[in-house]
């Protein structure tokens, strides 16, 4: 029954006029909205507006949250989703943004369930169940298309699917047949290990080497090159890219 309710909600939400405003931010600091077809791009307005109404946003470190910020977050957010349907982060009930790279409070609470970005000073984190935290430096330069092809919202929300199905971030989302888990293992596991080569071995490629860190965060960086820069990606990676490709985009979505 509640899951009726909230369907009706985000109807009634994504029925709303796109304010002329917002759309003007969407051009600004979502600088991919003009590579989508108009069809995408009406689809992402209507998430955007779910995201902005639904989830509990918090500006910390002196922050003062607007529209501007929940917009440039949520059309990322909408980015990602844009082939899944009805996927809201139901589990993310807040989002906290602080205005540039961040201290962290307590190492304590590093552990399970918990994926931060950095060490003490910190660009992101993504809690199982729990909010997502950025910087909107980071958040700002990459809807501006300033930070190199990496993307800070991509990255801590490609680790909350993966927290989807366990609080241990281990590079593996929920896939929804055995034969397309097994093949998400092995080219994963194997395209990991040659990251983790190449980073060894000095050799510069597409893919951050902050990706051989562990299969979390490989999934996480190839998830940002997959949108940022999925024709590299496909040059580079090929096998990892049409993975993605189906994953994110699957050819009926
Ligand atoms: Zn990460």
Same mark, same amino acid.
């Given at each position: 029954? &509640?899951?009726? +309710? ?11 006029? +796109?304010?002329?405003?917002? /759309?003007?931010? @969407?051009?600004?600091?979502? *600088?991919?909205?003009?590579? !989508? ?6 689809? !992402? ?5 779910? +995201? ?10 002196? *922050?003062?949250?607007?529209?501007? %910020? ?12 844009? #082939?899944?349907? =009805?996927?809201?982060?139901? =589990? ?7 205005? =540039? ?11 399970? #369930?918990?994926?931060?970005? #950095? ?10 169940? #729990? ?8 958040? !700002?330069?990459?809807?501006?298309? $300033? ?7 991509? %990255? /801590?929300?490609? %680790? ?7 609080? +241990? ?15 998400? @293992? ?6 990991? $290990? ?5 980073? =060894? ?15 979390? $965060? ?14 590299? @990606? ?6 990892? &890219? ?10 009926? %979505?």
């Amino acid at each position: 029954m &509640f899951g009726w +309710f909230r369907k009706r909600r985000r109807q009634r939400i994504a029925r709303r006029r +796109f304010p002329d405003h917002w /759309e003007a931010i @969407l051009h600004s600091n979502a *600088l991919f909205f003009h590579s !989508l077809s108009s069809a995408q791009q009406e689809r !992402l307005r209507r998430s955007t507006q779910i +995201f902005v109404a639904e989830k509990n946003w918090e500006g910390c470190g002196g *922050l003062q949250m607007t529209d501007e %910020h929940r917009l440039t977050i949520a059309a990322q957010m909408s980015r990602l989703t844009l #082939g899944f349907a =009805d996927e809201y982060f139901d =589990d993310v009930k807040s989002i906290l943004v602080y205005p =540039d790279a961040y201290l962290g409070k307590s190492q304590d609470q590093i552990g399970s #369930g918990v994926v931060v970005e #950095g060490s003490s000073s910190r660009l992101g984190e993504a809690w199982y169940r #729990g909010p997502v935290i950025l910087s909107w430096a980071d958040v !700002l330069a990459t809807g501006r298309q $300033e930070n190199f092809g990496r993307n800070v919202v991509i %990255h /801590e929300f490609a %680790h909350q699917l993966d927290m989807r199905n366990s609080p +241990f971030a281990d590079g593996v989302p929920v896939i929804e047949s055995r034969q397309q888990a097994e093949h998400w @293992l092995s080219t994963m596991a194997r395209d990991y $290990e040659r990251l983790s080569a190449l980073c =060894d071995a000095g050799v510069p490629n597409v893919l951050d080497c902050y990706g051989a860190t562990n299969p979390a $965060e490989f999934f996480a960086v190839a998830s940002e090159v997959f949108f940022e820069q999925p024709n590299l @990606l496909n040059a580079e990676w090929p096998d990892l &890219f049409v993975l993605l490709r189906d994953f994110y985009l699957p050819p009926n %979505h």
